[in-house]
């Protein structure tokens, strides 16, 4: 992924701090054997038992950090968001659309289907789907800077809405790939990127300033 400095309307938060040495070892054997387990047999498939195998711990040490199978899910979702991962920055609202769409084409076709098993777990356990709201925001609020970015630029007007802008060039992509199941078209990122970028430079997202705005 394309990596760049934040700008002072990007920052956010650092990420949480996480035990280290033989704790964070541990965590990290755990959560690799849910991605895997989860990756092979799917939620119905996913035991606290074959997770502490798979991982070679004690399945003790699994009940008491994680307790259950949502517990070890949902920790898997927020350990993505202790990462740096920054959205890309080509130089213009489409590019940077396009790009991102391309990430999120990539992350859905990839095999094992990971990510849309967390997607579909998410429906299944209620801590789960806590974790995943929690990491589309976390996205969500990350690539905020794509439209303030391109507001700077002159390419948007003023006080364009970047969660409604970013959700109409994304959603698409969900649709086709989880919900529709259609193949990967290597078409669609761009396709729905450029949709977005024309309706927004047309004002199609932009709210009406703040009283008193000049």
Request: a negative charge; glycine letters at 8%.
């Amino acid at each position: 992924m394309t990596s760049t400095a934040p700008e002072p309307d990007g920052t956010r938060p650092p990420p949480r701090r996480r035990p280290g040495g033989r704790t964070a070892r541990i965590r990290t054997q755990v959560l690799d054997a849910v991605l895997a387990e989860l990756g092979e047999h799917g939620y119905d498939g996913l035991t606290t038992d074959s997770v502490a195998a798979r991982a070679g711990v004690h399945r003790t040490t699994v009940y008491r950090r994680w307790g259950d199978v949502g517990g070890l899910l949902a920790d898997v979702l927020d350990a993505a968001s202790d990462d740096d991962w920054q959205p890309p920055d080509t130089g213009s609202l489409e590019g940077d659309l396009a790009a991102l769409n391309q990430e999120i084409q990539t992350a859905l076709t990839a095999q094992p289907p990971i990510v849309v098993a967390l997607i579909a777990a998410s429906f299944r356990s209620e801590k789960a789907a806590h974790a995943q709201q929690r990491l589309w925001e976390d996205r969500y609020a990350r690539c905020e800077i794509i439209v303030s970015r391109a507001v700077r630029r002159g390419e948007l007007p003023p006080h364009t809405d970047a969660r409604r802008l970013l959700l109409a060039a994304t959603a698409p992509l969900y649709h086709q790939l989880v919900l529709l199941r259609t193949p990967p078209d290597p078409q669609l990122p761009g396709h729905t990127a450029r949709t977005a970028a024309l309706a927004a430079a047309a004002g199609a997202f932009a709210e009406p300033p703040p009283a008193g705005d000049t």
